[in-house]
Each structure stands twice: as C-alpha cells, then as structure tokens.
C-alpha cells in the first residue's frame, strides 16, 4: 500500500506512454483530400513501418554513428567521474567545496543551453578553442564533439549520483592525521557522520 503512489506515477507516466508509442508506430497516416490533403486519418499498417526501418541504410548507418559516439562518451565519462572522486577525496585536496560546484556546475546547465554553448565554441567564427584550426564538424571529429558534449555534461551526474555521500564523509572522518572533529565532518548532502 506504500508503494502505490511511486507505482501509479511509474504506470502513468513510464508504461502508458511506452505503450501509446508502441500503438502509434503500428499505425500510418493516409492523406487524401486532392492537392491540398485536407482529410488525414490513421490506418493501422502493423509491422511494415518496423520492415521499412530495418530495410533502410540510413537507419543502419545512424545506428553505428551512434555507437560510435557511445564508445567514445560513455568510457569517458567513468573514467572523468572516477578521477574527479579519487581526486576530490585525497588528502591533499583543497577548495574541495568549490571543486565539487565547479564539477557540478555542467550537470546543472539545462541541455538546450549546453547545446548553445558547444555550438557557439565550436563554431570557427566564436571559437576560442580552436575552431579556425581544427574541423570540429567533420566526418571523424564530429564524434569526438558530440562525445565531449555528452561526458561534459554526464560526467558530474555520474560522480555525484554514484558516490554515496557517506562514503566520502566516513573516510575522512576516519583518518586519524586529520584534526576535524568528528562532529564537523560533513557528506556533500550535508548530513553528520555517524
């Protein structure tokens, strides 16, 4: 009985619209009307939008540019996200609390801004990073843009998310050459250590 609410909201808004698409695609729209096609209506084609997908090159072709970029992106991504925790947690790390916002900081800028933002630094025009020099849209380096946009924006999701803030706040609470109270150690959610 506790859980029906998260299981309402799950089937109203995960399973209802995974359910309304999966309808919608084994329909077609018919127009008729003459020239101007005023008269539009869905007639139910079954499995042939699925034939002509799978038959079409370009579906295929999409298909590996993105695995590409996921090949890229995604080892990139753990790997930012597992330096940027061993890095915020070592001994010898300061301005942690800045760190960690400026770490953050690309996980909070909405996607559409961050698409803007790429976009103009990648531009040769408004680059600052070498747009003039390097093709950033070119048929092997734009992988590697699109890639750097997803890590950019994933891998501080990734570190936050996957480190339980107690973990961090134990270990240092734990070390016996820091002189921090017990009582003052804080986890990044800003709950005591126990």
């Known amino acids: 009985m506790l859980v029906a609410p998260a299981v309402l909201l799950l089937l109203l808004f995960t399973f209802a619209p995974?359910?309304?698409?999966?309808?919608?695609?084994?329909?077609?729209?018919?127009?008729s009307g003459g020239l101007l096609g005023t008269t539009t209506e869905r007639v139910f084609a079954?499995?042939?939008?699925?034939t002509s997908t799978l038959a079409d090159a370009e579906f295929w072709s999409s298909l590996g540019r993105m695995l590409i970029v996921a090949a890229i992106g995604v080892p990139s991504v753990l790997?930012?996200?597992?330096?940027?925790?061993?890095?915020?947690d070592a001994d010898r790390a300061r301005m942690t609390g800045f760190s960690r916002l400026a770490i953050f900081l690309p996980y909070a800028v909405p996607g559409v801004i961050a698409s803007l933002l790429w976009g103009f630094l990648y531009l040769p025009a408004t680059s600052?990073?070498?747009g003039d020099v390097v093709d950033y849209f070119g048929s092997t380096t734009i992988?590697?843009?699109?890639?750097?946009?997803?890590?950019?924006?994933?891998?501080?999701s990734t570190w936050w998310c996957s480190t339980p803030p107690s973990v961090p706040c134990l270990a240092r609470c734990s070390r016996p050459h820091r002189s921090t109270a017990?009582?003052?150690?804080?986890?990044p959610c800003g709950s005591s250590c126990p």
Do not use: D, E
């Open 18 to 31: 995974a359910v309304y698409a999966f309808v919608l695609s084994l329909l077609k729209v018919h127009v």
């Open 46 to 50: 079954g499995a042939q939008n699925y």
């Open 79 to 88: 790997f930012l996200a597992t330096l940027f925790a061993l890095c915020l």
């Open 128 to 130: 600052p990073i070498g």
């Open 143 to 156: 992988f590697f843009a699109v890639a750097n946009v997803a890590a950019w924006g994933s891998s501080a």
């Open 182 to 187: 017990r009582a003052s150690c804080r986890s």
